[in-house]
């Protein structure tokens, strides 16, 4: 089938960490299929690494790449950012506008809809990458912000949801999909699946990621403390990263006389930083479906990591490796575990990283949203009776096939 070329904006508000990766690499699969790409994000998010990453992206980039201030929580100043988003987008002409995370879902599909009804044909796709879904609906902030889901359920043309886990959350939280829908896993490049080795001075643990509490370093930290307490010695620790509780964790480590044991560095590219230590810890408290999972299985790093979100349709057959979210004595003894047996851990990166590439691919990723695009627009084959759910279904139905051919091999 030829490729119609389209006019794609992707709208976020924080252009850091997985959601921006995931935004990357689509921006440069699609201008490289012939497809005119342009990205709005915030003007206040992002230290000199991430913006090196938007600079690198921009040659790709045919209608540009603009920055606006985005607050994250909702503010009175949403409405003027709002009218500047709009004034922007709507002189690039957009067949698509692409949201990801709460915020830019929110601003892209309420920019559509004015779009439309000015006579634009600009189809509104939402990806939420976990985003308000993180938020308990039993909480007033959840119950709020899961009614505005189902409020701008109605102005959404497409959704794409990147984990089998993402999906179910959505319909529990706000409510069985309107618009077509579809889950399409996060992709990793061919070359990220060579192995890295790790420095001959390398410590006992990594932790990379945001550094705020949904990713845990504050449990990382304190699992280093508990080894001390039972052991007399604490491991050699790494954390890498930046994000707003960065000093509370600093204040943290000195408090616990840790500042021997763990090192902070800033943000680095991840098989960088996997030089740096014989085991990766993910202790999450809230995913979607993290890169930094896949990098980490695909560099064939050992990997201690908690189950949440979309993380065990990652470990397959082997989710039962995968610590208690939030479990701190879990987290210790895995640790413990790991520091005991480094072979086994080698072993077990070694199987993990031999069932991740089929599944995993930035090409199908790219693939399964583009022909998403051409759907809604109707310039691909589509089944006309097909729901949104059935859609859905089927995405979760071909993950499962694959699990099970990878769990006979």
């Known amino acids: 089938m030829t490729t119609t070329p389209m006019r794609i904006v992707h709208c976020v508000r924080s252009p850091i960490g997985g959601i921006f990766r995931h935004i990357r690499d689509l921006a440069i699969c699609q201008s490289e299929a012939g497809h005119d790409v342009g990205i709005v994000c915030d003007s206040s998010t992002g230290s000199a690494f991430d913006n090196q990453l938007l600079e690198e992206v921009k040659p790709k980039l045919s209608l540009g790449l603009a920055r606006f201030p985005m607050k994250r929580q909702l503010t009175i100043q949403d409405l003027t950012a709002t ?50 879904l993180h938020y308990d609906p039993n909480r007033f902030e959840g119950r709020v912000y899961h009614l505005l889901e189902r409020l701008l359920g109605r102005m959404t043309d497409g959704l794409i949801f990147v984990s089998d886990y993402e999906a179910a959350a959505y319909e529990s939280k706000v409510g069985l999909p309107r618009a077509r829908s579809r889950i399409v896993y996060n992709g990793l490049t061919a070359d990220e ?3 890295v080795s790790p420095n001959h001075d390398a410590a006992d643990f990594l932790y990379i990621g945001m550094l705020r ?14 080894i001390r307490l039972k052991t007399g010695t604490a491991p050699k620790a790494h954390i890498v990263g930046e994000g707003p509780d960065e000093e509370r964790y600093r204040n943290m480590v000195k408090k616990l006389g840790l500042e021997g044991a763990i090192t902070f560095h800033g943000a680095l590219p991840a098989r960088e930083a996997f030089k740096l230590a014989r085991t990766v810890v993910v202790p999450s408290r809230a995913e979607a479906m993290p890169y930094i999972i896949l990098e980490t299985v695909a560099a064939e790093r050992p990997l201690i990591a908690t189950r949440v979100g979309g993380i065990p349709e990652i470990f397959g057959r082997y989710s039962n490796r995968l610590v208690a979210p939030g479990h701190i004595g879990k987290l210790t003894t895995a640790m413990e575990e790991a520091l005991a047996d480094p072979a086994q851990m080698a072993q077990q ?22 022909t998403l695009y051409q759907e809604i627009q109707g310039i691909a084959p589509t089944d006309s009776s097909s729901s949104a759910r059935v859609e859905s279904v089927s995405a979760a139905s071909h993950v499962q096939t694959v699990l099970a051919r990878s769990s006979n091999q």
């Open 213 to 226: 509490d949904l990713k845990g370093p504050d449990l990382f930290i304190e699992a280093i403390y508990n």
């Open 193 to 195: 699946f060579q192995p």
């Open 349 to 370: 990166a070694k199987s993990l990283r031999s069932c991740l590439a089929e599944t995993f691919s930035v090409d199908l990723m790219n693939d399964r949203i583009t």
């Open 83 to 132: 009218v500047s988003l709009y004034r922007h987008i709507r002189d690039l002409k957009p067949d698509i506008l692409h949201g990801h995370g709460a915020k830019g879902g929110a601003y892209a599909r309420l920019i559509g809809t004015v779009l439309r009804l000015r006579g634009q044909k600009t189809a509104r796709v939402y990806c939420p990458h976990g985003g308000s």
